[in-house]
């Protein structure tokens, strides 16, 4: 059984621990998305850090942020990174974190919700490419957009300087 609950106080080493583990040697990972969540949990731009539990053990964490839309458009955030432990992968763990942290966005009455990643993942969960939102310095098949509240926003994203692009 999967329990996903929001971060608490002493919770950051073993998300660090996950997160690494779980990008370890990924082919599109520079390895820095552990470092990414402190930045955000530094800056007070982790908006929603949920973790995955099984039996009693933190096995999955995802990560929502923030974004910047140009023209201004309040609202969105930016879904990632997601983790799983691999000794525990492909088990539904990081659909249920995705789903729920979804919920939760709908739930505070955000915009819309932006991903950076595979579309065959992603397009499950109702991303879809945009023509209307840009990723400067992205491919735009790995750019996705969900609106959550309203319509389809228009303009050009930028992810938290947590993330180091620009």
Same mark, same amino acid.
């Given at each position: 059984?999967?329990?996903?609950?929001?971060?608490?106080?002493?919770?950051?080493?073993?998300?660090?621990?996950?997160?690494?583990?779980?990008?370890?040697?990924?082919?599109?990972?520079? *390895?820095?998305?552990?470092?990414?969540? #402190?930045? +955000? /949990?530094?800056? $007070? =731009?982790?908006?929603?850090?949920? %973790?995955?539990?099984?039996?009693?053990?933190?096995?999955?964490?995802?990560?929502?942020?923030?974004?910047?839309?140009?023209?201004?458009?309040?609202?969105?955030?930016?879904?990632?990174?997601?983790?799983?432990?691999?000794?525990?992968?492909?088990?539904?763990?990081?659909? *249920?974190?995705?789903?729920?942290?979804? #919920?939760? +966005? /709908?739930?505070? $009455? =955000?915009?819309?919700?932006?991903? %950076?990643?595979?579309?065959?993942?992603?397009?499950?969960?109702?991303?879809?490419?945009?023509?209307?939102?840009?990723?400067?310095?992205?491919?735009?098949?790995?750019?996705?957009?969900?609106?959550?509240?309203?319509?389809?926003?228009?303009?050009?994203?930028?992810?938290?300087?947590?993330?180091?692009?620009?």
């Amino acid at each position: 059984m999967i329990y996903v609950r929001h971060e608490r106080p002493g919770d950051e080493a073993v998300i660090h621990a996950v997160t690494a583990a779980a990008f370890e040697g990924h082919p599109h990972s520079d *390895q820095s998305e552990p470092f990414i969540i #402190e930045r +955000l /949990r530094e800056s $007070g =731009a982790l908006s929603v850090s949920l %973790v995955a539990e099984m039996n009693e053990e933190v096995v999955g964490h995802i990560a929502f942020s923030p974004v910047t839309l140009t023209p201004e458009e309040p609202g969105w955030f930016g879904l990632g990174p997601v983790s799983v432990k691999p000794d525990v992968q492909a088990q539904g763990i990081g659909r *249920q974190l995705i789903l729920e942290g979804l #919920e939760w +966005l /709908r739930a505070e $009455g =955000a915009a819309g919700c932006v991903v %950076v990643g595979d579309p065959a993942l992603y397009q499950k969960f109702g991303f879809r490419n945009e023509s209307a939102l840009v990723f400067p310095g992205c491919a735009p098949q790995y750019f996705m957009a969900l609106a959550l509240s309203g319509a389809m926003a228009a303009g050009t994203v930028a992810y938290h300087p947590a993330f180091g692009v620009e």
